[in-house]
């Protein structure tokens, strides 16, 4: 992982807290493989779905939609989703017209605190690279054909701020309530790569 002062990724705490891991592991004490089902639980439930809820909220009601693409830090954190990077959290709305990709391109910033832990591909060169040279390219390969009318914006994370891609509500979801909206949302959907077919 490259280390830059923008993307101070491994803070001292962090450090720390490998250092204890690798120690742990190496004395028997702890088995790396239920460390890594909490970890696969922080990346692929628990996170995620805080983000999702914030986007069904917004879905519903459009005084806190309004609050949430305008601070969203302040909005999350009402819903008691509450960064602990000391980054601020900045909402992209996609419409009809505009579709927003989300990428750190020096490291891995990612907002924690709505999306849990970053998978392994948004870490990856390939993707950091070629989400802002190819981000058409990129999103053909998620399975999303972005029409040539609508505008792709790639916003790159850094360690101040983070982004959280709101999708469009899918049609043929008037009748939904808001917990069974966030149930629609994705993880990619949040990052950018995904976008939300009909219900
Ligand atoms: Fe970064």
Request: aromatic share 8%.
């Amino acid at each position: 992982m490259t280390d830059h002062p923008d993307h101070s990724h491994l803070s001292d705490s962090e450090l720390r807290v490998r250092a204890l891991e690798s120690l742990l592991v190496d004395k028997g004490l702890v088995d790396p493989a239920a460390l890594d089902a909490i970890v696969d639980t922080y990346e692929n439930k628990v996170g995620p779905r805080n983000g999702a809820r914030v986007v069904a909220r917004a879905w519903v009601d459009a005084d806190f939609k309004q609050w949430l693409l305008r601070d969203g830090t302040a909005a999350i954190d009402s819903l008691g989703y509450t960064s602990t990077q000391g980054a601020d959290i900045v909402v992209l709305e996609n419409t009809a017209k505009v579709h927003n990709l989300t990428v750190c391109t020096l490291c891995s910033c990612y907002p924690w605190a709505v999306l849990g832990l970053p998978p392994a591909w948004y870490k990856s060169f390939p993707y950091r690279s070629r989400a802002v040279k190819d981000p058409r390219g990129v999103l053909l390969e998620f399975g999303q054909d972005i029409a040539d009318d609508v505008e792709v914006r790639v916003w790159d994370s850094t360690a101040e701020v983070r982004y959280l891609v709101l999708p469009e509500r899918p049609a043929g979801t008037a009748d939904m309530t808001e917990d069974a909206l966030a149930e629609l949302v994705t993880r990619n959907s949040m990052i950018g790569t995904d976008r939300l077919g009909e219900a």
